[in-house]
């Protein structure tokens, strides 16, 4: 049964006092079935969340009472529990990592699922970047896709600047997609800085395409960064395009290693991830701070030492 809701949801907004608005969530949150991963700074909101079908449906309509946040982009997934291990509300400088300074007012257009999906469709050439990071796109991608090889956010910047010279002054139309859509909200911003006049970033990211159009020009299945790790995008049949580590065979399941003090995310079959007992390599199993493996409930990413001695 899905008892919980998950929430993922940002927006882009100038707030003038960003630690007023992390002391009203808490408050809000208080005895309230909710788990969350949210960031607010003067440049907006950018959240993760689960809570139960009542508590959720009451944060929206709290959020978008609030004249700040009535524009948020929300998406919501069911789910059987609680997919974050603690609930977290912060102040933090840059809603997504990134060094540079970023103009809000230089971004992409938005683009719908249904006119994303028409775009993809025809016969226009345009540049088609995945701006996550490649662990990301490893297990799932739009068809055709460019993959930049970047391992976190702020690398984006660099593969921005190989991108200009690669194009010159025939810089093409881009198509830009992302998970929820935030990082291309500053992505787009940093190629318009560069010259790129025709940028059009997927609205609501992929989740968003997956609720509207389906798994139509996808491939794979969709990175989280919650308990989940990896999640079909719609109801379809998602065949894997990655595979185990371990014995190759095809798999889109990202276990983070048992090995607290490794921790490293890795792909792994079923099979293999019973024989390894959750660890990304043999040495690991020898290593006295394990997670706790089970064979029908694999142990959950994020969670510390503490977590299990209680």
Known sequence: MKNYRVLAFYCITPIENPHEEVALHK???????????IYISEQGINGQMSASVQDAEAY????????????????????HEQVFPRQTVKYRKNLVACEQPIDFTKRGEHVSPETWKEMLEDDQEYCLID????????IGH???????????????????????KRHGDSKPPVMMYCTGGIRCELYSSILKEKGYDKIYQLDGGVINYGHKVGNKHWKGKLFVFDDRLTVPISDEEATPISECQFCSKPSDHYYNCANMDCNTLFICCSECIKTYEGCCQS?????GNLRPYQQQNPHKPFRRKHHYQH
């Open 27 to 37: 408050d809000f949150f208080q005895e309230r079935d909710i788990t969350s991963r």
């Open 142 to 164: 739009f068809t055709g896709a460019e993959l930049p090889p970047c391992k976190d956010f702020r690398e984006f910047e660099t593969y921005a600047d190989e991108l200009e």
């Open 60 to 79: 929206v309509e709290w959020l978008r009472s609030n004249p700040l946040f009535k524009e948020a982009t929300i998406k919501v997934d069911e789910w």
């Open 131 to 138: 701006v996550r990071n490649d662990y990301e796109s490893k």
């Open 283 to 287: 040495s690991c199993q020898e290593n």
